[in-house]
């Protein structure tokens, strides 16, 4: 048996809008439609779509926030929306957006109330606080109430407080959104070293394919709540035709640059945009340009992971 088993999972929301006079019009919103999936426990899942994807809705019935309208989900051994107490010791949850601390306590006392309220045993707690504080940084932040924290150190703090249960099963949605690249770098490598350390599972949400890309190396894919791909990486990038971009400075302007395994899509004045195949080196094309042009810089861009669903789609 999987840690987590999804089996034709459905779930429908009705709208009712007031429609003429009195009457109500009434509407349903297929959110998840039909979606199966399973994840072995130790695994590092990204759970990704475009925005209405479905995404939520799902990371909602797992938790048993949400039950479905049809179809099967259990997560280690239990039906989430029936066990839901039970399941809450053996789950943490981050959202970004939202935080699950108290804002006007010190981050100290949100972790000994989290303490009380998941009954972890005092010598647990102790040792699973002192090496979150070392591994987040959050040693000089325990006693500076959550309200004061920055979005970075709120994040952390955040996170610490999912994990203080010991969980297996760690559900993360959009927990580097609004960081800054020291800050996402810094929770990639924690996220890492909790799953191959601790062996706990987790699931990821995220709009940032540099997330996926540092963590995780299957990934799902819905839209639509559908699920459209469900596999490696690599495979999903091959199958988008996904490209990264290389954006080129040149000292002085220039017609179009040619250099093989890339093509120039954009020009504007000294600065041109290349895009070369995502799964290919960029050292060979940086090579090819630097020996033929002038060059005053070069950088990278990561593809969106928009449109490698949407590239997926328009073929
Ligand atoms: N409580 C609700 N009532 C009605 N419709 C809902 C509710 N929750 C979600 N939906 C709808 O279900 C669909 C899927 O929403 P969901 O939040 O799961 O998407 P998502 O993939 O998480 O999106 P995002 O990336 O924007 O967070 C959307 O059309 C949304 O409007």
């Keep these: 048996m999987s840690l987590i088993e999804v089996e034709h999972l459905a779930r429908t929301f009705v709208l009712r809008r007031r429609a003429r006079g009195l009457a109500r019009e009434r509407s349903e919103?297929?959110?998840v439609d039909d979606v199966s999936f399973s994840v072995e426990a130790g695994e590092m899942v990204g759970y990704i779509g475009p925005n209405g994807a479905g995404k939520?809705?799902?990371?909602?019935?797992?938790?048993?926030i949400l039950v479905p309208t049809s179809g099967r989900v259990e997560v280690a051994g239990l039906d989430p929306s029936r066990r839901r107490t039970e399941l809450a010791r053996r789950i943490g949850v981050v959202f970004g957006q939202r935080s699950t601390l108290w804002w006007?306590?010190?981050?100290r006392d949100s972790f000994e109330l989290l303490q009380k309220i998941y009954r972890v045993p005092p010598d647990r707690y102790r040792r699973n606080l002192a090496e979150f504080v070392?591994?987040?940084e959050l040693g000089t932040l325990l006693e500076t109430p959550v309200r004061q924290l920055s979005l970075g150190q709120r994040m952390r703090g955040d996170i610490a407080a999912a994990l203080l249960h010991d969980p297996e099963i760690v559900y993360l949605d959009e927990p580097t959104i609004g960081l800054d690249v020291v800050s996402k770098g810094r929770l990639r490598e924690f996220l890492?070293?909790?799953?191959?350390?601790?062996?706990?599972?987790l699931l990821l949400t995220t709009h940032d394919l540099q997330d996926i890309e540092a963590l995780c190396r299957r990934v799902i894919v819905i839209d639509h709540g559908t699920k459209v791909f469900d596999g490696d990486l690599d495979d999903l990038h091959r199958q988008g035709g996904s490209t990264r971009t290389?954006?080129?400075?040149l000292v002085d302007e220039a017609p179009p640059i040619e250099v093989p395994g890339a093509v120039t899509r954009r020009v504007d004045g000294?600065?041109?945009w290349l895009s070369f195949p995502a799964d290919a080196s960029a050292a060979p094309v940086v090579a090819a340009v630097a020996a033929s042009y002038d060059v005053a810089d070069l950088s990278v861009q990561e593809p969106d992971?928009?449109?490698?669903i949407r590239q997926l789609y328009s073929r």
């Design 29 to 31: 919103v297929r959110a």
């Design 56 to 64: 939520s809705t799902t990371i909602k019935v797992l938790t048993g």
């Design 104 to 107: 006007d306590l010190p981050l």
């Design 134 to 136: 070392d591994l987040l």
């Design 192 to 201: 890492r070293t909790l799953n191959t350390e601790r062996g706990t599972t």
């Design 246 to 249: 290389l954006v080129v400075d």
């Design 270 to 272: 000294p600065r041109q």
């Design 305 to 308: 992971i928009e449109d490698v």
